[in-house]
């Protein structure tokens, strides 16, 4: 079975799991907030391009509503410290961090303390002989067994409870918009001619499944235009399609709240 911990650490048996968590939350919630508000503007930006007739403020407020924010809301970034029993070790593994967040949660520890371990490939960390890789997945072992139980950790949650109503979260997200990095047009441009692009072969006439265009959408990111259905047959279609998403994106350089 495939194994990923990581990014994970080797802290001492003493650690200050209590003083750690206060300069957690310190410095990482302020980074996972703004986080979440880049990636609800920018889903509220592509949204807003495929449906310009809906105010801005409506498609933020569907967005923030979506994630939940009438709900409680539990982010997921923790750290888990584990003991291992055998080697009495205390280890900790970082999850649900964003990407953009991941490297500053890293700078809270040493590197020389890193602990990270993997076996889904035959690769491993260059600095460490093949003895050392082994022994570091056996200790894993010790302290997560394969039934994936260890009775022996503590979970420090950045989010015990995150909880904002919509309307609420609408005011704290207008507060920051300024200062958050807008979608760039050239993303702005490949998300929307994707739909655009489909819906006008369909009007063309050209009859595709759900499948056909399920497909076409796991490969576009990757492949590009080449992922569109029939774009070799309506490349007219596509050029159309183009020059009416790069008008429609450079005349609405930034949407207002």
């Known amino acids: 079975m495939s194994t990923t911990i990581s990014p994970a650490f080797r802290v001492p048996r003493d650690f200050d799991i209590v003083g750690f968590s206060r ?3 310190q410095k990482l919630t302020p980074a996972l907030i703004t986080n979440y508000y880049q ?3 920018a889903n509220a930006v592509f949204t807003q391009d495929n449906f310009p007739n809906r105010s801005f403020k409506e498609v ?3 967005e923030l509503q979506d994630e939940g924010f009438e709900k409680d809301r539990h982010f997921n970034a923790a750290f ?3 003991l291992n029993p055998v080697r ?7 999850k649900g961090f964003p990407f953009e967040v991941i490297k500053l949660a890293k700078q809270l520890f ?3 303390d890193d602990y990270s371990y993997w076996n889904g490939s035959d690769s491993q960390l260059e600095y460490l002989s093949v003895a050392e890789w082994q022994d570091r997945g056996k200790a894993w072992l010790e302290t997560i067994p394969v039934s994936g139980v260890n009775v022996n950790h503590v979970k420090v949650a950045l989010f015990d409870d995150y909880m904002r109503h919509v309307h609420t979260a609408y005011k704290e997200f207008a507060s920051v918009y300024e200062n958050l990095d807008y979608p760039s047009e050239e993303k702005r441009v490949d998300r929307l001619l994707f739909s655009v692009y489909h819906d006008r072969l369909r009007e063309s006439g050209f009859s595709y499944g759900f499948n056909d265009l399920m ?8 492949d590009g235009v080449s992922a569109l259905i029939a774009v070799d047959e309506y490349a007219e279609i596509l050029e159309e399609s183009s020059a009416y998403t790069s008008t429609l994106v450079s005349n609405n350089t930034r949407y207002a709240l």
């Open 80 to 82: 888990y410290f584990y």
């Open 60 to 62: 933020v407020l569907a």
């Open 88 to 94: 009495d070790e205390v280890y900790v593994h970082l």
């Open 23 to 25: 300069v957690a939350r």
């Open 110 to 112: 040493s590197e020389n």
């Open 215 to 222: 497909s076409a959408a796991s490969r576009y990111f990757v």
């Open 39 to 41: 990636e609800t503007l």
